[in-house]
Every structure is written in structure tokens, then in C-alpha cells.
């Protein structure tokens, strides 16, 4: 297959957003995009009117072009973070920006006063053997969905010494 040139971002689910961190950013760059910001939490619907579901169970009729999970599935349950990641799968049309807290970003990483303890710390051979699933990592967070291609200057690919 080509690589897709022509990519246009025109929907973007963020997936527990909290407090929406990502919109005004989103709207700037993607300024014809639709954001739809998920969360579980009453409050946060309430104030910032997100949808209201989990990632585990959303299924919204259409997918979204440009996903963002950004510290989420460390609170959420193994079965249920089986769940989202599946669903993370089925919701793409195109990339996905993850992020997660590990057991080994807990031990080397994470600033322990600022970071949610109580939570579930897996490996992130756990996330990665279900993300492969649909997701092709391209560097920096950021997988795209499997069969889609997008145009990748050289050097915005992972490489190595001698690549
Ligand atoms: C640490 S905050 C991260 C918020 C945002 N993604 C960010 O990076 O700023 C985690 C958020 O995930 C939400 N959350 C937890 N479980 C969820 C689920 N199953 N589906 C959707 N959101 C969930 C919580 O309510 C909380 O707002």
C-alpha cells in the first residue's frame, strides 16, 4: 500500500481527558476537527460537558482519525483495560497517541510526589503485546493503525546508529 499523503483529521477522541488538556491544542492545529473528550467522572461531564462512558464500552456510530490515551489505563482494572485497549483498536481510524504509567516508569521514572500511587502497575510488555494487536509504533508515543500508511518524512521515523 502507499503511503497516505493526504491525511485529514477531521474527528479526535480523547479517551479519559479529564480535564481536555488536548483540546485547545487539537482546535489549533486541527481547526475543522471535532473533539470529543470521554470520561467517566460525573463531575467532569458536568463542568466541561465530555461524553460520559468508559473506553472500555464506548461505541460511538463513526470512528476517529487521531486518538489520545495519555495516563489513563493504569486506573482501570485488568479486564477492563483489555477491554479499552481492544477498543482503542476498534475506535481508530487512523493514529493513536498512548501513554501509560509502568511498573518500570514507577521504579526509574515517576516523581512518587506527584504521581497517583494505587494504581495498576504492569509492564509495558502487557500494553504492548495488545496495542500490536492494532497499532504499528511509529515513535514518540504515537502508533498508527495497521494497513494505514501515513507519509513519514525520513527522519520523523524511529532510527537507529547506521539506519
Ligand atoms: C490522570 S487523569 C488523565 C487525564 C488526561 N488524559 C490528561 O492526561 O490530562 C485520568 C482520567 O481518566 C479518567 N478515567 C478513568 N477510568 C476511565 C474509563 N474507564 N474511561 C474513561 N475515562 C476514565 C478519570 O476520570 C481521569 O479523569
Redo the contacts with the bound molecule.
Keep these: 500500500m502507499p503511503p497516505t499523503s493526504g491525511f485529514t483529521v477531521s474527528r479526535v477522541l480523547d479517551?479519559?481527558?479529564?480535564?481536555g488538556?488536548f483540546r485547545v491544542p487539537v482546535r489549533e492545529i486541527f481547526p475543522r476537527a471535532r473533539y470529543v473528550g470521554?470520561?467517566?467522572?460525573d463531575y467532569?461531564c458536568r463542568r466541561f460537558g465530555w461524553v460520559q462512558a468508559?473506553?472500555?464500552g464506548y461505541a460511538p456510530k463513526e470512528g476517529f482519525d487521531l486518538l489520545f490515551c495519555?495516563?489513563?489505563l493504569q486506573?482501570?482494572d485488568d479486564k477492563?483495560a483489555v477491554r479499552?485497549l481492544a477498543n482503542l483498536g476498534r475506535l481508530s481510524r487512523g493514529a493513536l497517541y498512548f501513554s501509560v504509567l509502568t511498573a518500570e516508569d514507577w521504579r526509574r521514572n515517576a516523581d512518587r510526589a506527584r504521581t497517583d500511587s494505587g494504581v495498576r502497575l504492569r509492564p509495558a510488555a502487557w500494553y504492548k503485546t495488545r496495542l500490536l494487536r492494532h497499532f504499528r509504533p511509529v515513535g514518540g508515543g504515537l502508533l498508527v493503525r495497521r494497513g494505514f500508511d501515513p507519509l513519514l518524512w525520513e527522519l520523523e521515523r524511529p532510527w537507529t546508529k547506521g539506519s
Design positions: 479517551a479519559g481527558c479529564g480535564l488538556h470521554l470520561e467517566t467522572s467532569l468508559s473506553i472500555a495519555h495516563d489513563v486506573y482501570l477492563s479499552a
